[in-house]
């Protein structure tokens, strides 16, 4: 046999017995608490047509896109973000609803990360949206969610940082900066590279005292204090109204009793271009990467024909896994369900006996004994199963050994 056959291609990787457990039941457990908020399920397609994520939608670049022709000649692309699905779907089938909707979802999204990234190039979501609410209420609900979420997974120590993008763009408004050094400036700042960005202002013959503004970004990071020291940055109407929300959101996180799990960024504007308002991403130790992602994209659905204000947020499941194993907080697997081991002549009796077990919930699982195994080895491998107990069955009569 070819042993490459074996392997799986660069960024993608199998999960299997106890850390596929693990994993399910993390998604479980989250998806029950976002459940209780009141969010629906909704299931998008794997694959969709380029359109619905090419530039104007603001998701991942094309050449970060698995592309492929479809027998009409489409091109179509495996989904790097469930966010945009989710918009043309709400705009599909809820255009004449004026209430707000609430969407939860879980799927996984397809990202040709370059290979010296290290990233996965396939990774797990689960995620939520709400369509049709503009306030600060949602805004903190959503922040709320994320805040419960990594408490219901077990994390202790993480932080939500909040950001803002309209105060930047109130500040480029201010400044008069056009659209193509605000993309540069933009690239510059979410890669943290403020050499950059002073770099690109000074050549552009930016005044000193605007360059020096948004060269401050970099200083707004921290408690809610910070959020005054943003307000004496600028006059423009439009980031001080972006603060005055962000105060808000804090207020509402405070009844939640919640607020000591965010701190604020104003430097942070997402890699994603259809962000229009707050944004918000959490970090915990054990992975460079962040574990939440979301903000709100009150242009979005307008492209899909919908104009409805939205907000959402998405888990990157793989790096919580990634997070909970290093700082030794995964679930523990217990021994549950019993081992039924059955002589041939006794099949009958075994089938019987797990199958009542199955009608009370229990987990039963059924095997006929190899005359050339030894029952230690069946006891041996039924433990490697976590179960509790093996039921031995032979003619006239079934013996129980405990295996915990």
């Known amino acids: 046999m070819n042993n490459q056959l074996l392997h799986t291609p660069e960024g993608v990787r199998?999960?299997?017995?106890?850390?596929?457990?693990?994993?399910?039941?993390?998604?479980?457990?989250?998806?029950?608490?976002?459940?209780?908020?009141?969010?629906?399920?909704?299931?998008?397609?794997t694959f969709e047509f380029f359109d619905i994520f090419n530039k104007e939608r603001g998701s991942v670049v094309s050449r970060e896109m698995f592309k492929f022709i479809d027998r009409e000649g489409n091109t179509l692309v495996l989904r790097p973000d469930i966010t945009p699905s989710i918009a043309r779907c709400a705009a599909k089938y809820y255009m004449d609803e004026t209430m707000p909707l609430r969407f939860c979802y879980m799927g996984n999204t397809f990202i040709n990360n370059s290979s010296y990234q290290g990233r996965l190039k396939e990774t797990t979501?689960?995620?939520?949206?709400?369509?049709?609410?503009?306030?600060?209420?949602?805004?903190?609900?959503?922040?709320?969610?994320?805040?419960?979420?990594?408490?219901?997974?077990?994390?202790t120590e993480f932080q939500v940082e909040l950001g803002e993008v309209d105060f930047f763009k109130g500040m480029i408004e201010e400044a008069g900066i056009g659209e193509e050094l605000e993309m540069k400036i933009r690239d510059l700042m979410e890669k943290k590279n403020f050499f950059g960005v002073e770099e690109v202002l000074t050549e552009e013959g930016i005044p000193e005292e605007t360059k020096n503004r948004i060269l401050k970004l970099q200083e707004l990071f921290g408690s809610a204090e910070k959020l005054e020291e943003a307000k004496a940055l600028t006059k423009n109407e439009r980031s001080l109204k972006a603060i005055e929300r962000l105060e808000t959101i804090y207020q509402i996180l405070t009844a939640y009793k919640l607020e000591n799990y965010v701190s604020f960024e104003l430097g942070m504007l997402g890699k994603y271009k259809y962000y229009t308002g707050i944004?918000?991403?959490?970090?915990t130790y054990g992975t460079g990467e962040m574990i939440v992602t979301g903000g709100r994209y009150d242009s979005l659905l307008k492209q899909f024909g919908k104009a409805a204000a939205s907000i959402g947020f998405a888990i990157n499941i793989d790096q919580l896994m990634i997070a909970l194993s290093r700082q030794k907080l995964l679930p523990e697997k217990h021994a549950e369900g019993v081992f039924v081991?059955?002589?041939?002549?006794?099949?009958?009796?075994?089938?019987?006996?797990?199958?009542?077990?199955?009608?009370?919930?229990?987990?039963?699982?059924?095997?006929?004994?190899?005359?050339?195994?030894?029952?230690?080895?069946?006891?041996?491998?039924?433990?490697?199963?976590?179960?509790?107990?093996?039921?031995?069955?032979?003619?006239g009569n079934t013996s129980v050994i405990s295996l915990i």
């Open 279 to 283: 944004i918000f991403k959490a970090y």
């Open 14 to 45: 199998d999960i299997y017995n106890l850390e596929c457990e693990r994993k399910l039941c993390i998604q479980d457990r989250l998806h029950a608490l976002i459940k209780t908020f009141g969010y629906h399920d909704i299931q998008t397609p």
């Open 125 to 155: 979501q689960l995620g939520c949206e709400c369509i049709g609410d503009s306030t600060p209420a949602a805004d903190g609900e959503m922040i709320a969610m994320i805040i419960q979420c990594m408490l219901a997974a077990g994390l």
């Open 341 to 395: 081991l059955y002589e041939e002549s006794c099949r009958a009796v075994g089938i019987a006996l797990a199958d009542g077990l199955r009608k009370k919930g229990i987990t039963a699982e059924l095997v006929q004994k190899d005359a050339a195994v030894a029952i230690a080895e069946y006891e041996s491998y039924a433990k490697r199963l976590h179960r509790r107990e093996l039921y031995y069955i032979t003619e």
